[in-house]
């Protein structure tokens, strides 16, 4: 596609339930982010994949945050037993190669958790 | 310490007028490159403009240039000529070469272009 895609862009859940989020890339992208925006904070990085390398899951915030990359492509983050402090805008991002060059930003998801 | 500063929560501007939002980080990795964002009320996130360490001009993309000193670890975006459409929230980040994997973001600058 033309940009990077993020599904569904808004979500409500009832706290407690899991929560699966997609990414989209751009296609050829090997560099894939997600990043995590609360309320009127800046981005909090949560994980990265190159290629078919292992990925960078340092940001995660907790075990009940796992992410995947099929195909080196599509990538779902997933959430589980989601609380209220995890309602954000959830961006993936995603760029040709892992150099210092600009990143494509989707438009995110907003999650709401009640 | 933070990895990204952005002391200016809001700032207002004429339109047609300059303005200047600051920026400043934090790194011992002499590679690393800037970056700017703009976020509108839409959500997504536009990419702005880039500067590496090892440049040795400062970047300039239209109507926004990055002042660049590096010195004082500061990466200011100057945009010209301001527009209604300039009115988003702004964020500042860095890529270092060494850590490799992640931006790190500043909290952000809100930008009010005033007709």
């Known amino acids: 596609g033309a940009g990077v895609s993020q599904s569904p862009s808004n979500k409500v859940t009832e706290k407690g339930k899991d929560v699966e989020l997609r990414c989209d890339p751009i296609?050829?992208?090997?560099?894939l982010y997600w990043y995590r925006q609360s309320l009127g904070q800046g981005l909090e990085f949560l994980i990265y994949f190159q290629g078919n390398s292992a990925p960078d899951k340092s940001g995660l915030p907790s075990d009940r945050f796992s992410a995947e990359r099929t195909g080196g492509s599509v990538s779902t983050l997933t959430i589980q037993r989601t609380q209220q402090e995890d309602s954000a805008v959830y961006l993936c991002?995603?760029?040709?190669?892992?150099?210092?060059?600009?990143?494509?930003f989707g438009s995110g998801t907003r999650l709401t958790v009640v | 310490a933070q990895k990204i500063t952005q002391t200016q929560p809001g700032m207002f501007v004429q339109e047609k007028e300059a303005v200047t939002l600051d920026c400043t980080y934090d790194?011992?990795?002499?590679?690393?490159?800037l970056f700017w964002y703009k976020q509108p009320s839409s959500g997504e996130m536009i990419f702005l403009i880039y500067?590496?360490?090892?440049?040795?001009q400062n970047a300039t993309e239209g109507r926004y240039s990055l002042n660049f000193q590096k010195a004082r670890k500061s990466a200011n975006l100057v945009i010209s000529a301001s527009q209604l459409g300039d009115s988003a929230m702004y964020f500042c980040?860095?890529?270092?070469?060494?850590?490799?994997?992640?931006?790190?973001f500043g909290t952000g600058t809100s930008l009010t272009v005033i007709p």
């Open positions: 500067q590496g360490s090892y440049d040795q």
């Open positions: 991002a995603s760029s040709l190669a892992p150099g210092p060059g600009g990143y494509t």
């Open positions: 296609s050829g992208h090997t560099a």
């Open positions: 980040a860095m890529r270092e070469a060494n850590t490799g994997n992640q931006f790190y």
């Open positions: 790194t011992s990795d002499p590679s690393y490159g």
